[in-house]
């Protein structure tokens, strides 16, 4: 099984800020098979980011992911007040899928 | 418009059983990877279970192998987990998920299930 970690548990900033979460992974993820969700209270996840760097339909563009192998970042260029959520990696590169623990972004 | 909607989920003691069902419209339900993912309360999200389009592939999450049943049924684009043997461990909120390529583009609002005495 593929772990992911990520980091850090919570980030506080302020709306108009940059943040900057990173997702590692326990061994190379194969096709950079990697996803990003955000989550607010109360609503089920959304889809970021598919395939580490593409955005799903309707993804505002100050959402970017990169990375490859094992370590994957998910970048919000300028926080607005609706981003402040919990964001998972979530990995598909084997049969058996798995989620980082989740980062939270909050208001500082 | 793609939607999700579950059903089944309750109160249930340790070492019962539960059936979950998910009902889908708006896409062609035949055609989908279909997967199960659970929220305990106040954690993260952990993927359950998948099944392929026509139910010949099935995985699960190790801490579900033996107790847990995906399966569907595309004439009726319906969604189940059977559960059984549960424990405490598994109260969570259950979602119902649409896979695209391997992430879940589409979720339903899910299901509590309690396991409790």
């Known amino acids: 099984e593929i772990v992911l970690t990520q980091s850090p548990g919570t980030l506080s900033l302020s709306p108009g800020e940059r943040a900057t979460l990173s997702c590692r992974a326990s061994?190379?993820?194969?096709?950079?098979?990697l996803a990003w969700y955000q989550q607010k209270p109360g609503q089920a996840p959304r889809l970021l980011i598919y395939?580490?760097?593409s955005r799903a339909t309707g993804i505002p563009d100050r959402f970017s992911g990169s990375g490859s192998g094992t370590d994957f970042t998910l970048t919000i260029s300028r926080l607005e007040p609706e981003d402040f959520a919990v964001y998972y990696c979530?990995?598909?590169?084997?049969?058996?899928?798995?989620f980082g623990q989740g980062t939270k972004v909050e208001i500082k | 418009e793609v939607q999700l909607v579950e059903s089944g989920g309750g109160l249930v003691q340790p070492g019962g059983s539960l059936r979950l069902s998910c009902a889908a419209s708006?896409?062609?339900?035949?055609?989908?990877?279909m997967s199960w993912v659970r929220q305990a309360p106040g954690k993260g999200l952990e993927w359950v279970a998948n099944?392929?389009?026509?139910?010949?592939?099935?995985y699960y999450v190790d801490s579900v192998k033996g107790r847990f049943t995906i399966s569907r049924d595309n004439a009726k684009n319906s969604l189940y987990l059977q559960m059984n043997s549960l424990r405490a461990e598994d109260t969570a909120v259950y979602y119902c998920?649409?896979?695209?390529?391997?992430?879940?583009?589409?979720w339903g609002q899910g299901t509590l299930v309690t396991v409790s005495s």
């Open positions: 998920a649409k896979n695209e390529g391997g992430t879940f583009d589409y």
């Open positions: 099944i392929k389009q026509d139910g010949s592939e099935k």
């Open positions: 061994q190379s993820v194969s096709s950079s098979y």
């Open positions: 395939g580490a760097s």
């Open positions: 708006g896409f062609t339900f035949s055609s989908y990877w």
């Open positions: 979530q990995q598909y590169g084997s049969p058996t899928w798995t």
